[in-house]
């Protein structure tokens, strides 16, 4: 390992510790003995402003800077476009990441595996988080599903080249992987909007399920599920990390600019406007558990007049919008109210006596699921 990478790599896991990153005992070891760039393949992408795309950054031409960006403190983008985008062409759309450290360890502390037990790992991509999985339950124990060809394959041959032998298979996560089941924790590393019916079979009654969860487009949430003899998957939400979603409930592209500027013309202005002066993330978060499906945008805050900043909400139709421009009033536009939901959403998270994100539990069945504050 080259010194820089090595300085690098001690550096990062020092300010996690110093952050108190590590929530479990065995998560520093297992942090130490994986190396994030022996999973990280050699072109990685960063966003870049100009050109309002991903841009590719290869490990043969810029080493340092790849280097840096394998040990920065966010995730790193591993693949754009379903790796449909070429090197050096620009990306849309993130589609495969190794998470933030943060996010990582964050996850692993709520699964909280024990040695031993059966993990059902949802999106390989790297094969750097089913690394740290082998470090803790034991290689056997490990299964690990993908539903890209290409990242598996490279998964494959990095897990092996670092000593681990999980078992690799291509598939579609959101039907979990019957043949391995039961399992005693499930772990996703994509966001799902609905909890699919299959984990809750295949996780045994007492087992744990960690997932990012998103509620509309811009939503964000980590849940924690405990399986319960009757089928039905009881537990709160533990952080607020945003993931991409499994391909099957990706939300249809919405550009929003795109929408405003086609309809604004057209849309109403209301003089009395909610008040949003006090939502705050977690006010935001209940937000969206209120309006499931609608995107939740902030322009602008603390900028010139407006001490709030300017929201503006869109179903994921396209079909309706509501913008607050702070001293500017609002406008509305579509066939729902949507100023008239916001409204009512943030009366009812007032109510509630503002509960926080961590407030929030969860319920799910193979019927449905519902997030609900919890009493404090
Ligand atoms: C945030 S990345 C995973 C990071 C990975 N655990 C790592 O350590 O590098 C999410 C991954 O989920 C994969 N994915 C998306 N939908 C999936 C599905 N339905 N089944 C399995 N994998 C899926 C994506 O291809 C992507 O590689």
């Known amino acids: 390992m080259s010194a820089d990478l090595q300085d690098l790599r001690q550096r990062l896991t020092e300010s ?64 754009v476009d379903d790796g449909r985008t070429p090197p050096g062409k620009p990306g849309r759309e993130p589609t495969s990441s190794i998470s933030s450290p943060g996010a990582v360890l964050n996850m692993l502390a709520a699964l909280d595996p024990q040695l031993g037990d059966r993990v059902l790992e949802v999106g390989t991509g790297s094969g750097y988080n089913a690394a740290l999985l082998c470090e803790r339950v034991g290689d056997r124990f490990v299964t690990t599903v993908e539903i890209d060809p290409a990242l598996l394959r490279t998964a494959t041959s990095r897990l092996r080249e670092a000593g681990y032998r999980p078992h690799v298979v291509l598939g579609d996560g959101e039907e979990g992987w019957p043949s391995s089941a039961p ?14 019916a299959a984990w809750l079979e295949q996780v045994r009654p ?20 405990r399986m319960g003899e009757d089928g039905t998957a009881r537990g709160r939400v533990v952080g607020g990390e945003t993931f991409m979603p499994v391909r099957g409930q990706r939300p249809a592209p919405l550009d929003v600019a795109e929408v405003w500027a086609a ?16 939502v705050d993330p977690h006010g935001e978060f209940a937000l969206s558990v209120r309006l499931p499906g609608v995107g939740c945008y902030r322009q602008g805050q603390g900028q010139g007049q407006d001490p709030h900043g300017g929201w503006f909400f869109v179903s994921e139709d396209g079909a309706s919008w509501a913008q607050l421009t702070g001293g500017a009033g609002a406008y509305r536009h579509g066939p729902r109210d949507l100023l008239a939901e916001v409204a009512d959403a943030v009366a009812w998270w007032r109510d509630h006596g503002r509960p926080r994100l961590h407030d929030f539990g969860v319920t799910v069945t193979k019927e449905g699921q519902e997030v609900w504050p919890r009493a404090r």
Do not use: M
Not at 34 to 58: I, K, L, M, Q, Y
Not at 183 to 196: E, G, K, N, Q
Not at 213 to 224: M, Q
């Open 16 to 79: 996690l510790a110093r952050a108190g990153e590590f929530q479990k005992d065995w998560q520093r070891s297992a942090f130490e003995r994986v190396a994030r760039h022996a999973f990280a393949p050699d072109t990685v992408w960063v966003w870049d402003e100009a050109s309002s795309a991903w841009g590719s950054v290869a490990r043969a031409e810029e080493p340092g800077r790849w280097a840096e960006l394998v040990y920065a403190a966010g995730s790193l983008v591993t693949q």
């Open 183 to 196: 399992f005693d924790r499930l772990i996703s590393t994509a966001s799902v909007r609905h909890v699919p």
């Open 206 to 225: 007492g087992g744990v399920i960690v997932t990012p969860w998103f509620p509309n487009a811009h939503g964000r949430g980590l849940i924690w599920l």
């Open 263 to 278: 309809t604004h013309e057209r849309a109403e202005r209301v003089v009395i406007v909610p008040d949003l002066g006090d």
